[in-house]
């Protein structure tokens, strides 16, 4: 089966611009989740959905950070306006349904360099 | 904020040693898990202890999981060159949280 398809791969763009990511999680997986992963650190989960429905949003900042998944399919998580402390990478995982607190499928990540 | 906390940060050994990493986390866990992460890439689910679980085998793999001491540990044994990669245990109690990490490189 096809993995978690994410896109771009890298992106460079400079403070207070804005940039957009986009993640296809695996086909009838309900759950999905976006991480962000900072250079030597672990990924912290910053949103997951339930379908279309947000689940846990506590740890996305949400003065510049925004996701949505609609037709509870694909998901795009938007940064704006950036900061230098962004530059991570974005990571988008999903899970089959009933299986949310068991294994996730990651993609490939997006590398963010703010600049 | 990261709830397991990976032992040690860096560990560096020959092919065909073993290597042994660790994990302790803070509160009480529905399950624990550990994952692989090559170099600029995704992360792969390697293997899942529920809290009623002492040990699992998968492969050259061994988890064992102390919940009185709230610690995990992760066996590879007779390591290949190709299990160079940043190892993450991850534990769930309703959400997931991740460690920092142990970076392995085994040398050929």
């Known amino acids: 089966e096809a993995g978690v398809a994410q896109s771009p791969r890298y992106k460079i763009i400079e403070k207070r611009q804005s940039v957009a990511f986009w993640c296809n999680p695996i086909?009838?997986?309900?759950?999905l989740y976006w991480y962000q992963q900072i250079l030597g650190q672990g990924p912290k989960l910053l949103i997951q959905?339930?379908?279309?429905?947000?689940?846990?949003d506590s740890q996305l900042p949400k003065d510049r950070f925004s996701a949505e998944r609609l037709k509870g399919v694909d998901s795009t998580l938007k940064i704006q306006p950036a900061k230098l402390e962004d530059s991570a990478v974005y990571l988008c995982?999903?899970?089959?349904?009933?299986?949310?607190?068991?294994?996730?499928?990651f993609g490939p990540g997006t590398r963010l360099t703010v600049t | 904020s990261q709830q397991g906390e990976e032992d040690p940060q860096a560990l560096s050994i020959q092919e065909g040693e073993n290597a042994t990493m660790n994990c302790s986390y803070k509160?009480?866990?529905?399950?624990l898990q550990w994952y692989r992460q090559n170099s600029g890439r995704g992360l792969v689910h390697l293997i899942l202890?529920?809290?009623?679980?002492r040990e699992k085998h998968s492969g050259r793999l061994r988890v064992t999981l102390d919940t009185s001491k709230k610690s995990s540990s992760l066996l590879i044994t007779a390591s290949r060159a190709a299990d160079t990669a940043s190892y993450f245990c991850?534990?769930?109690?309703?959400?997931?949280?991740f460690g920092a990490g142990t970076r392995l490189t085994v040398k050929p």
């Open positions: 995982a999903s899970s089959p349904p009933g299986q949310g607190n068991n294994e996730q499928y």
């Open positions: 086909s009838g997986h309900a759950t």
């Open positions: 959905f339930q379908n279309n429905g947000v689940v846990d």
């Open positions: 509160t009480s866990i529905n399950n």
């Open positions: 202890i529920r809290s009623n679980e």
């Open positions: 991850a534990t769930v109690t309703g959400d997931m949280r």
